[in-house]
Antibody, heavy 121, light 107 residues
């Protein structure tokens, strides 16, 4: 079965660092980009950025550039999203998603189950 | 960034109704438009890609149309399991963007 499995929920204090993970299985991990998507409580979906696991090349949304870091370890088929200093406004559900292709078109065809991050003093 | 605007933001309908949701892009995106369904507490699910192609396993009551800047998602006969939030998403640019969502509620 093709799936992305994310790490569990986190509760952190402002200023702390955090890294969450997304492990792919059932497919060639290096053949598909992985994106991260934020969903704040009661709000819509926001694309944060993506990584090509084959070479770790990244692109970020201007809204998130400099605030988070996306990385990957292809030896264990895992992508990461990390913060060096969390803020209360980082409280959200975070999804990883696989960028699948159909001819010239691409879409997020496989999603992780989500990781809830709560930042509170 | 390309802005995606959905309408309406919310919609009440009954089982069996035909429903249409609209998505408009701030510039032409050809057919690089996808639709997702999200149920409470769950990850989004891909329904339609390339504006009108049905993702494998998605019921045929879902259909998409449009190109350029204007797109629609139609559900031909609402089923109880279709009450959810729907998002459009453009994949024309490297920096992808989503619409704000349309919440489909039971009347």
């Amino acid at each position: 079965e093709v799936q992305l499995v994310q790490s569990g929920a986190e509760v952190k204090k402002p200023g702390e660092s955090l890294r969450i993970s997304c492990k792919g299985s059932g497919y060639s991990f290096t053949s598909y980009w992985i994106s991260w998507v934020r969903q704040m409580p009661g709000k819509g979906l926001e694309w944060m950025g993506r990584i090509d696991p084959s070479d770790s090349y990244t692109n970020y949304s201007p809204s998130f550039q400099g605030h988070v870091t996306i990385s990957a370890d292809k030896s264990i088929s895992t992508a990461y999203l990390q913060w060096s200093s969390l803020k209360a406004s980082d409280t959200a559900m975070y999804y990883c998603a696989r960028r699948g292709s159909r001819g010239n078109y691409v879409a997020f065809d496989i999603w992780g189950q989500g990781t809830m991050v709560t930042v509170s003093s | 960034d390309i802005q995606m605007t959905q309408s309406p933001s919310s919609l009440s309908a009954s089982v069996g109704d035909r429903v249409t949701i609209t998505c408009r892009a701030s510039q032409s995106i050809s057919s690089y438009l996808n639709w997702y369904q999200q149920k409470p507490g769950k990850a989004p699910k891909l329904l339609i890609y390339a504006a009108s192609s049905l993702q494998s396993g998605v019921p045929s009551r879902f259909s998409g149309s449009g190109s350029g800047t204007d797109f629609t998602l139609t559900i031909s006969s609402l089923q109880p399991e279709d009450f959810a939030t729907y998002y459009c998403q453009q994949s024309y640019s490297t920096s992808v963007t989503f619409g704000q969502g349309t919440k489909l509620e039971i009347k």
